[in-house]
């Protein structure tokens, strides 16, 4: 590229001058390129080390003048082909320019000027089109990686970080690149060169340790190899980087959403020196979680910034020192001290935002009211009037509906679902006859536990009266904290919760603490609108709820009634076409059962989405991802905390066992209902934390017991009676029967346990849990199971296919893995079909993932058995049109490896089965029979038409024959239609039909003249790699000929009735010449071969073995390249225009795959071609190193090579 001149004081020193003229000098960094000595290695072995390389680009062109000793740098290029434009441009733009100038500081200042004008034109355009650019020294790195490693335009470098490689016990120094899908490293010392490449896919593990051997190291692990890197000039930054890359890549392989999320990442506001956008990107991306997570807020909320402050609490009477962030819909503080003061103002709340006059006591102080009359004094503000204007931007972007009663379905297109079409119904609809859910519905208005209580009895027992200190405490700390979503939440509001929240209060707490109440505020009428969307649809996610309504919550009365379960029905199939991802899951029944109990319909089902999508993230899909995640979160725990259970148990298999229901459901299918319901309370504040510090209680409690346990069955039992036995005894609702409880109870039940004293106990031994390190766990955990879970299906689908291939178990292992490593690239380097097309996680395992023709093409090249050289595009089309069963474009890996099989391991007859159908309709398009056509077209005008006509006859009488029957079965049927019409003749059909039918030779059509020209092309490109070669074409050219006087008896027969011609005696022997139509024919296709003919391997034949070839006088003339029609038969000459009606591709000549087999086995040497076994392993090995060859062969090190040739 052209750079801004610059002096260059020493112009030989670390160059070598490879091209000059009196101006200009173009020269090459030593110890790039070949050659070089030693002091080119030493050069290379300083820019790697020192990354000169990503300053000083290899190649350079310097100004030079004659009376100067000054040089000046005018350009730089990072291959030969680059710099060699730029010098063909100098030398036809610039040389006889400045040829005529007589001084040499005019030359100077010319060429600068010239060369800063191209420069600022090239900026002009470069930011016209693209709005923000990389620092030059991070586009120098980002194109060298894509030069060292092969990659394309597509792959974005991150990052790059200086660093050391473990090779063995040798730490190799060279640069470490993170790019959005891989992990490489390059290093060049002393001439040794290593070079790294790892999906970010395949990475099974990522830990930061420090030891001996491995001072301060981070350990990548893959499935085969585990890689060392350290010496990082700040380890913590580049770890947490690669946590996010390999998190990202984590995602992408669970959904495809991922792919597509992250492709739009959003745009910085301003250019850091050296650091790229995307790495900007990735921290903008990491503190937006933590804020999100923090704060509990909705995901489509951008952190916008925030600024250390104090804010004045009056229940304290004192300054808290914390941290304000600003969002485009909300404010929020958290104070330094943990739990100390947290604080949410959502924007929708606030009325007025004004500066307060500052004092000494009192600096730089912003007033915030808001509706419900609370007032927040933040003071010490850096830069207030920043501050406000910020805040008084969001204030102006909030939606008007959000300010008071308007039209409740306005915020409807907002919603966090893309996939929902909203509809644009007004409010006033919700009230209309015929709707499924509208106010008028009981549990629109009211929880299930309020419609069942209200008619009782008042209770004044001690439990009651309980009850009621508890509300008035909570009353208590709303007068004095605030009430609603702008409440102050302390250490005093945890004591409260731990203490019980009462059922009066409970649904509106768990809304507030989940933040699923500012999901419901900011989207109202959503959930009436979804669930008129999804009545009436049937799916899978419909039809599992239907079987799971009855069986949530039997036991409570509120779901033994049509209304209870109605309700349930709505939100469960409201929230499946919400998120289709996760549609429906065992467990979210009994979830959703428990919060309809305390909330209204609508309540529930924003609970539900907070709870799936927010605080246990990825738990109820169907692979229940983010639940296996926290079982091996839990096992570390276990082992952190309980060492020596943890052995015994992970003995006995015991902690996967139990962990996973207990997670699933919170507690709620192992524990009585009232004694759950508060460790959920406990949840919806603290998060996932309280069920890891009840699960270690849990265990803690029965550690002597379970120690003495001696297998797996008897530890489940001690665990399930602990739980049933964990009591609420100040609950005042009436007792509901546990029914595991009362299945396990003996005849000697265990001590009850107050469900209080675990809690306290709970917190009191494990409390130290924090919620960054459990974070930390997840990420770690995440790899691992997915992984393993990619394991299992990669198992699964080797099991699978065992039964339909003739690959061993390795074979398909190897073959799998390349299959989706080629989805995978094409997903995130894009391809001509989304990635949602290519991967449907509701199919199958063998079904899910898909390639399409580009992909497919690469593979086939690569492992196919059969070489055809510049033929092997063509036919890799022709086998993916006949795999493409359902024509939608795509091939899955049980028909990629189906069709792999059948080349590698089949017979004769499977081979030859196989090439005959891919010279057929649908495999053969009517664009190849139209070339078939021109290769033949000098012999007549009107073959065209001819074979055209012969060619759609040939389609309709294969779809005739592939029907499924034969014509004659087809009439019987007909006739057996017409006499019988009861049940039991449509029950044969059916059962006809769904009997899978063997295919056999007899069902395959007849081939044409045109496919047969086609067949015999590709068996000519078949063996250019052979060693037998010679004899293979000329065994070809034999089967050939007497398939063409085969294909001319035929239709001589076939027209007898009619052609008295047809009465003359056909050829007998295939060594005859006989005149006539069959060596028409003959002459046909020895002409089409030889217009085909594209590598000619008889050329070196000699005149000899010419002549000893009697048999077919046609081989001879097609390997020589000269075909003069008087070689084959005086009579096929053109004579005026005149020719034998055999000259043109013949519709009634055809031959049958019985008469192409039978051909085929005259001759042996192809009999042994066919029937060999071929070996895949080596071309799996060689498709596994071509992508590394690539990587280190750039097209650039082509160039070169092609400039040192010439």
Not at 676 to 698: M, S
Not at 911 to 928: D, G, Q, S, T
Request: hydrophobic share 40%; net charge negative; with cysteine.
């Amino acid at each position: 590229m052209w750079i801004e001149p610059e002096e260059v004081l020493l112009a030989g020193a670390l160059w070598v001058s490879e091209r000059a003229n009196p101006f200009f000098i173009l020269q090459r960094r030593r110890g790039h390129g070949r050659g070089g000595g030693l002091s080119g290695l030493l050069v290379g072995t300083l820019d790697v080390v020192l990354d000169s390389s990503a300053r000083v680009a290899p190649y350079r062109i310097l100004l030079q003048t004659a009376d100067s000793q000054i040089y000046w740098n005018i350009a730089c290029g990072s291959s030969r082909k680059e710099i060699t434009e730029h010098w063909d441009w100098l030398e036809s733009n610039l040389l006889q320019t400045i040829s005529i100038f007589d001084n040499d500081e005019d030359v100077i200042t010319f060429v600068k000027g010239k060369i800063s004008g191209i420069i600022a034109e090239e900026n002009r355009l470069k930011q016209s089109e693209e709005q923000e650019e990389d620092s030059g020294k991070f586009r120098e790195a980002e194109l060298k990686m894509r030069k060292l490693f092969g990659m394309p335009d597509e792959e974005k470098l991150v990052n790059y970080y200086s660093c050391s490689y473990w090779k063995g016990r040798v730490p190799r120094q060279g640069w470490l690149y993170l790019s959005i899908n891989h992990l490489c490293f390059y290093s060049f010392l002393l001439g040794k060169e290593v070079t790294l490449v790892v999906p970010w896919t395949e990475v099974t593990q990522l830990e930061k340790n420090a030891t001996l051997v491995f001072p301060e190291s981070v350990r990548v692990s893959t499935r085969n190899a585990e890689h060392f890197f350290s010496m990082f000039l700040n380890i913590n930054d580049t770890f947490k980087l690669m946590e996010q890359l390999a998190n990202i890549a984590m995602r992408q392989l669970l959904d495809n959403e991922a792919f597509a999320a992250d492709r739009s990442l959003p745009k910085a506001c301003k250019t850091l020196k050296n650091v790229s956008a995307l790495k900007r990107d990735f921290d903008a991306r990491a503190k937006n979680e933590r804020y999100r997570s923090m704060f509990r807020l909705t995901q489509d909320e951008r952190l916008d910034g925030h600024t250390d402050c104090t804010l004045w609490t009056p229940f304290a009477k004192m300054h808290v020192v914390g941290q304000l962030f600003i969002s485009n819909n909300y404010i929020c503080f958290s104070s330094r001290e943990e739990d100390l003061c947290q604080l949410i103002i959502p924007l929708r709340e606030v009325t007025v935002v004004e500066k307060a006059d500052s004092s000494s006591v009192l600096p730089c102080p912003v007033s915030i009211s808001t509706k419900n009359k609370m007032n927040f004094l933040f003071a010490n503000l850096k830069d207030r009037d920043f501050l406000v204007q910020r805040i008084s931007d969001f204030l102006q972007r909030t939606p008007d509906s959000l300010w008071g009663d308007t039209n409740p379905l306005s915020l409807i297109g907002s919603s966090g679902s893309p996939n929902v079409p909203l509809s644009s119904s007004t409010g006033s609809d919700s009230v209309q006859k015929g709707r499924h859910y509208h106010p008028g519905l009981p549990t629109a208005r009211q929880s299930l536990l309020q419609l069942y209580h209200r008619d009782g009895p008042e209770d004044l027992g001690p439990k009651a009266m309980k009850e009621r200190m508890k509300e008035e405490a909570w009353n208590i700390h709303f007068s004095e904290f605030g009430r609603g979503v702008c409440m102050y939440r302390t250490s005093r509001t945890r004591e409260l919760i731990l203490n019980g929240i009462p059922e009066s209060l409970r649904g509106e707490l768990w809304l507030l603490f989940s933040g699923a109440q500012n999901e419901m505020a900011s989207h109202p009428g959503y959930y009436g609108d979804l669930v008129e969307q999804a009545v009436g649809l049937c799916s899978l996610a419909t039809e599992e709820i239907e079987r799971d309504l009855h069986r949530s919550m039997p036991e409570h009365r509120a779901f033994q009634n049509e209304m209870g379960i109605a309700a349930l029905r709505r939100v469960l199939t409201a929230y499946a076409h919400r998120n289709p991802n996760i549609g429906y899951c065992q467990a979210m029944n009994i979830v959703t059962s428990v919060l309809l109990l305390y909330g209204t319909e609508e309540e529930a089902f924003w609970l539900l989405v907070a709870l799936c999508e927010c605080m246990l993230p990825d738990y109820y899909n169907t692979r229940v991802v983010g639940a296996l995640v926290d079982q091996g979160v839990f096992e570390d725990l276990t082992r952190a905390f309980l060492p020596q259970l943890y052995e015994h148990m992970q003995e006995l298999g015991v902690i996967t066992t139990i962990s996973l229901s207990w997670f699933l459901t919170l507690f709620l299918s192992v524990m009585p209902f009232d004694s759950a319901v508060l460790l959920v309370d406990c949840f919806f504040y603290e998060g996932i934390k309280v069920i890891f510090q009840v699960a270690l209680a849990v265990l803690h409690d029965n550690m002597d017991a379970l120690l003495a346990c001696s297998d797996e069955g008897e530890a489940m039992t001690i665990l399930g009676r602990y739980l049933d036995n964990v009591v609420n005894r100040q609950t005042v609702a009436p007792p509901i029967p546990h029914l595991h409880a009362l299945l396990t109870s003996g005849d000697d039940p265990p001590p009850e346990i107050d469900v209080f004293d675990l809690i306290k106990a709970s917190y009191e031994k494990f409390g130290s849990l924090r919620s960054d390190v459990i974070e930390q766990m997840r990420f770690k955990q995440r790899l691992k199971v997915i992984q393993s879970l990619e394991d299992t299906a990669k198992r699964s689908v080797v099991r699978a296919m065992m039964t339909e291939s003739a690959f061993s178990i390795e074979e398909l292992e190897e073959l799998y893995c390349l299959f989706k490593s080629k989805h995978m690239t094409s997903c995130y380097w894009g391809s001509s079909s989304s990635a949602a097309e290519r991967h449907d996680p509701s199919l199958p395992y063998l079904e899910q993932y898909r390639i399409d023709p580009v992909q497919f093409s690469q593979l086939f090249s690569a492992l196919s058995p059969w070489v055809c050289g510049s033929h092997t595009p063509m036919l890799s089309a022709r086998l993916f049109r006949l795999l493409d069963q359902n024509q939608d474009g795509l091939v899955n890996f049980k028909e990629f490896s189906s069709g792999l099989s059948g080349m590698y391991h089949g017979d004769m007859m499977e081979k030859m089965k196989l090439l005959y159908k891919l010279h057929l309709p649908p495999a053969l398009c009517a664009e190849e029979a139209e070339n078939a056509l021109e290769a033949t077209h000098f012999f007549t005008e009107d073959g065209q038409q001819e074979s055209s006509f012969l060619s759609d006859l040939d389609s309709v009488q294969q779809q005739d024959m592939t029907s499924g029957e034969e014509p004659k079965d087809g009439g019987e049927d007909g006739e057996e239609k017409k006499e019988v019409k009861d049940y039991r003749y449509y029950l044969r059909m059916w059962a006809k039909e769904k009997e899978p039918r063997r295919e056999t030779i007899k069902d395959l059509p007849r081939m044409n003249q045109e496919q047969f020209i086609e067949l015999c092309k590709t068996l000519y490109n078949m063996f250019s790699e052979e060693p037998s070669e010679q004899e293979l074409y000329h065994a070809i050219a034999t089967v050939a000929s007497l398939l063409l006087r085969i294909g001319e008896v035929g239709k001589r027969f076939g027209n007898g009735a009619k052609k008295s011609e047809a009465q003359a005696q056909p050829p007998a022997h295939q060594g005859e010449e006989g005149p006539g139509e069959g060596t028409s024919a003959e002459a046909q296709v020895c002409r089409a071969l030889a217009d085909a003919q594209l590598e000619p391997p008889m050329q070196q034949m000699s005149d000899e073995e010419t002549k000893d070839d009697t048999s077919v006088s046609s081989y001879s003339v097609v390997s020589s390249g000269s075909l003069q029609c008087e070689d084959i038969a005086d009579d096929t000459v053109l004579v005026s225009g005149e020719q034998r009606r055999g000259s043109a591709l013949d519709a009634d000549w055809s031959i049958t795959f019985e008469q192409v087999l039978a051909s085929l086995l005259t001759e042996p040497v192809l009999v042994e071609y066919f029937e060999r076994k071929m070996d895949i392993q080596a071309k799996i090995a060689a498709c596994k190193a071509q992508r590394a060859v690539e990587r280190q062969i750039s097209s650039a090190f082509d160039h070169e090579l092609l400039q040192h040739s010439s």
